[in-house]
Structures are given as C-alpha cells and as structure tokens.
C-alpha cells in the first residue's frame, strides 16, 4: 500500500512537468501555520493500476484535483480538515467538487474529479477548515483533452 501511494505522489509531481512547463512544480499556498498544497491535471495521467485503487475515473475529460495540507508548526506533518469546493468555467457553469481523504501512514490526501472541455479555464474555490481556522484557496487551471 505504501509503495503505491508514493508511485501516486511521483505521478502527480511529475505530471506537472508534462502537463504545463510554466507550471511551478510547488504549487501552494500559505495561510499563517498552514502550507495548502495543490494541483490539477488530466485524470489520464494516473495509471489505470492506481486509478482503480483509488477510485479515480480515468478520461480524457476528466480531471483530478489534489490538495495537501501540512502545518509548519508541527516540521510540516500533514494535518487532516474538511475540504469543500467548486470549480467554475469562464461562462459561469459551476461544478461542486466531491473530496475523498485518502491517509497512507502519515500522509493526508483530498481528492476530488473535475469534469472538462478542451482548453477550458476553470477557476477554483477550496474550502478548508482545521479544527482552529477556515481558509479559501483560490486558483485557476486551463485544461486540456490530451
């Protein structure tokens, strides 16, 4: 089990390098104790082996949404809350995202599908709440149907 959670945080990371050069590979985001990493990439880009572990829906126009929440505090350990979301496309269509929490040993997980158009830009809105405070991630991703 723990071989493939670190084969899915290598797929994942590398993902990045392919699905967009301009991409910075340390997508995150801070909020006072709280680094929020997160990414969004094609669904295609998870083997099929990892995909049906996780339940993941592979297509073409599917995407997947990871979010990480590790606490500076406590030597950046992986804290657990309760994420929310939507996504919405530039003609306002808005998608509420469905998170699962994945825990493999000490690490923490939210994922979440995305269902896309080619070259479509989607601008998202993540809640997160941790037992002390409420935050709001916002960022924008342009899919693409490989």
Do not use: W
């Not at 997508?27 to 993941?56: C, D, G, M, R, W």
Request: without cysteine.
């Amino acid at each position: 089990m723990r071989h493939s959670l670190t084969i899915l945080k290598i797929l994942l990371i590398s993902s990045l390098f392919f699905a967009n050069l301009t991409v910075n590979a340390a997508q995150f985001k801070e909020f006072a104790n709280l680094q929020v990493h997160y990414i969004a990439l094609p669904s295609t880009f998870i083997q099929p082996n990892i995909a049906k572990k996780y339940n993941i829906k592979r297509s073409r126009t599917n995407g997947l949404l990871n979010i990480s929440i590790l606490d500076k505090k406590q030597k950046n350990k992986a804290i657990a809350a309760v994420i929310t979301g939507t996504g919405q496309n530039l003609i306002g269509q808005i998608y509420q995202l469905k998170f699962t929490e994945i825990k493999e040993g000490e690490a923490i997980y939210y994922l979440a599908d995305y269902p896309y158009l080619n070259e479509e830009i989607v601008n998202f809105k993540i809640n997160i709440k941790t037992q002390r405070k409420s935050n709001t991630l916002k960022f924008q991703h342009k899919f693409y149907v490989d």
